[in-house]
């Protein structure tokens, strides 16, 4: 039994677009894309179809994640990768995925979308994963299941033992995929090493976080390579533009890589004082722990202190929506200046004093 099992077979099945590039590499002169001979005004190079997974930026994510380059899947955002993901392996009207609300809304959006069933298995009251609560639930078409560690938007990591139950229960029936986003926020151990035992276990990872790139829209799958060759197959051919892979080799270069882990130390100190300094104040109920860099924190009144914040420029996202956070805000952490303001508005008699 293989995890390709899994997979659709018609999409098993597809040959995939041969992109000019993937048929033809080397040579001197360009005459296979129909592209245009020339650079135009300060782009160069971008008269060129790009790579369609550049090998340097692969190598680069493997070093990082400690993996071979052949695990490697780079994309449009970990969000490509969870729509790749069930598109290869959910039959609509058929097939479907399992979730723990509250989580990232994506994975039930990407689902509904591709037309697969969401199943919820709901997150305990104190927001940790139940393994045993969440196997009860997988179903022989049940194909995809997503945890999130450290989880959005409660902040908690699902703990390593909890992730390996999971995996080892799954073997031959699902894809488990571990949503990464906020890895280096913390102190855990990546599951990655788990795809060393598992082909059926996928990690996703972003630069759109820590190594704040969100806006060149760069992720990364680590799978086994039958997995990275099967979601090729549906990938549009050219999915990185050549301009923010240059952004990301810069952004993941020796220099970039000491500038965004200083970045991460501060949001991890922030985050402790954000912790304690929004835990003390008299409209907070409480603040949930967090291993990321943004706390969801519990109002007296969530609704009055969006609108307070909202109304001195402060934008937050409002949880109230989610299951078992009704009254809760999630607020990301900020340079030290931000978060002082934050602090400032929601405790307006310090200010008065
Ligand atoms: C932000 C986030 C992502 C999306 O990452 P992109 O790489 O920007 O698409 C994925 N998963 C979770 C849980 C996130 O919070």
């Known amino acids: 039994m293989s995890v390709l099992d899994l997979a659709r077979p018609d999409i098993l099945a597809i040959t995939p677009y041969a992109s000019a590039r993937m048929e033809a590499s080397g040579g001197s002169v360009f005459l296979n894309a129909n592209e245009s001979a020339w650079a135009p005004p300060g782009g160069d190079g971008l008269n060129r179809y790009p790579d369609p997974q550049p090998p340097a930026l692969v190598a680069r994510l493997a ?9 490697v899947l780079v994309g449009r955002g970990s969000d490509e990768a969870i729509d790749l993901l069930v598109r290869a392996f959910c039959r609509a009207g058929t097939d479907a995925v399992l979730i723990s609300p509250p989580t990232f809304g994506m994975y039930a959006v990407c689902a509904r979308i591709q037309g697969a069933q969401v199943i919820e298995s709901p997150l305990e009251a104190d927001f940790s994963l139940d393994a045993d609560r969440l196997l009860a639930v997988v179903t022989p078409n049940t194909k995809l299941v997503f945890v999130c560690s450290p989880n959005n938007p409660t902040g908690n990591l699902v703990d390593a033992a909890t992730i390996e139950r999971i995996a080892a229960a799954l073997e031959g029936r699902a894809v488990l995929v571990v949503d990464e986003a906020y ?8 599951a990655v090493s788990l795809i060393d035992r598992f082909d059926h276990v996928a990690v996703l990872r ?39 892979v240059d952004a990301a080799l810069f952004a993941l270069s020796d220099e970039g890589a000491v500038k965004s882990d200083s970045h991460v130390v501060v949001v991890r100190q922030e985050r402790e004082r954000m912790q304690r300094e929004l835990g003390a104040l ?18 007296a009144d969530a609704s009055q202190t969006y609108a307070r914040l909202l109304a001195a420029g402060v934008l937050v996202r409002d949880l109230t929506r989610y299951p078992g956070l009704g009254d809760a805000l999630r607020i990301t952490i900020g340079t030290a200046g931000e978060n002082d303001r934050v602090l400032a508005i929601l405790n307006p008699e310090a200010t008065d004093a």
């Open 63 to 71: 070093e990082l994640y400690g993996v071979d380059a052949d695990r």
């Open 183 to 190: 890895a280096e926020f913390t102190h855990a151990s990546s």
């Open 206 to 244: 972003t630069l759109s976080k820590a190594w704040a790139l969100a806006g060149a829209r760069v992720g990364a799958l680590v799978a086994r390579p039958g997995v990275v060759a099967l979601l090729r197959h549906i990938m549009a051919p050219y999915p990185l533009p050549r301009p923010c």
């Open 282 to 299: 008299a409209c907070v109920r409480t603040v949930l722990p967090s291993q990321a860099n943004f706390l969801a924190v519990r109002f």
